[in-house]
């Protein structure tokens, strides 16, 4: 069972931690990681990209010229895709792009991540805390003290309002509820702060 310090607000170390199995135990699957990670990115896009097919283009429907006696090439109305303006023949039309993802696939690929952030050695522990006062610059205070915000992820064990607002200020910084992280914010965090009563909503999550 791997152990990790518990660090307080001013960074300073408090107490040790064992990590439970159910969540650092597993051995990384990169290809399932892989899978869900690209599933998650997929169902992001809009899927609202559209073009026009002939039918749907804004002009007659009636020949441009007569068919004989003009020695010109035979057309028909102004909307065949070979025309400036015409339609399009297979162009992007609005679709979903979400891929259906086994629930066991997605608790997976979050064991993986956490092991796979814990064995990089981007995983610190942190004692519960509250803000002093509801501004960004309290926040950052305590980031700096615990190595800093630069690509960093905190997880809390509830929703903290004030956190989350402030944290909304500091770029290169997100803060999300353990219960809502998934497999992607996990892996393109480059430090993963996690309040000790965020483990057990991440030990609910894969159980």
Known sequence: MATLPVHDVSGAQTREMDLPDSLFGAES???V???????????????TASTKTRAE???SNRKLWRQKGTGRA?????RPPSRVGGGRV????????RQRTPKALKK????????AQAAAGAIMLVEPFELTEAKTKALAGVLSALGGWRGALLLLGRHDAVIARCGRNIPEFSVMEAANVSAYDLMSARR????????AQLEARVS
């Open 33 to 47: 990681l892989h899978q869900v990670v690209v599933a998650e990115l997929a169902a992001k896009r809009q899927g």
């Open 192 to 199: 993963v702060m996690i309040v000790t009563d965020a483990l």
């Open 108 to 115: 997976a690929a979050l064991r993986s991540a956490l092991e």
């Open 57 to 59: 283009v804004a002009g």
């Open 74 to 78: 035979r057309v028909g109305d102004r």
């Open 90 to 97: 297979t162009g992007p039309r609005p679709r979903s792009y």
């Open 29 to 31: 699957h990169p290809v």
